[in-house]
């Protein structure tokens, strides 16, 4: 569930999705965290440029952004080495996904899991966007 409203006042924008990709990674502040994996779960939305109206596009990979490069580049990012905080893998992940010049916004959240008892996951989201031209 997303704290974030829809994306207001934006052109038509098709809406791209990574839901709950679980990965372990080097992360945290604590010393129990140095030296040892911990499951975290990733989900990232993003804004590519849609047509206007009810159309049907082109059957082809270059209207929108694959889903398989933005895995191998998180799975890239997570797998370079420890970092401390979640909203520093958060905020790599959403420069990673910007960087594709047809991307728009960018929402990235990290949750780490099993970090309290009586919690599912504790964690950030973060919004990006691309200055308007």
């Known amino acids: 569930m997303s704290i974030f409203p829809a994306w207001p006042d934006r052109p038509p924008l098709?809406?791209?999705?990574?839901?709950?990709?679980v990965l372990h990674a080097n992360i945290?502040?604590?010393?129990?965290?140095?030296?040892?994996?911990?499951?975290?779960?990733?989900?990232?939305?993003?804004?590519?440029?849609?047509e206007a109206g009810l159309t049907v596009g082109r059957d082809d990979l270059s209207r929108?952004?694959?889903?398989?490069?933005?895995?191998?580049?998180?799975?890239?990012?997570?797998a370079e080495g420890h970092v401390r905080l979640v909203e520093t893998l958060a905020e790599r992940i959403a420069a990673g996904v910007l960087a594709d010049e047809?991307?728009?916004?960018?929402?990235?959240?990290?949750?780490k899991l099993?970090?309290?008892?009586?919690?599912?996951?504790?964690?950030?989201?973060?919004?990006?966007?691309?200055?308007p031209a």
Do not use: C, W
């Not at 099993?114 to 973060?126: P, S």
């Open 102 to 111: 047809r991307v728009r916004i960018v929402r990235v959240r990290v949750e």
């Open 14 to 21: 098709r809406r791209v999705f990574l839901k709950d990709m």
């Open 28 to 50: 945290g502040i604590y010393p129990h965290e140095q030296g040892v994996t911990q499951p975290i779960r990733i989900n990232i939305s993003f804004g590519v440029p849609d």
């Open 114 to 131: 099993d970090v309290f008892d009586d919690l599912d996951a504790v964690g950030v989201e973060i919004e990006r966007s691309r200055p």
């Open 64 to 78: 929108t952004v694959s889903y398989e490069r933005i895995v191998l580049m998180v799975r890239r990012i997570v």
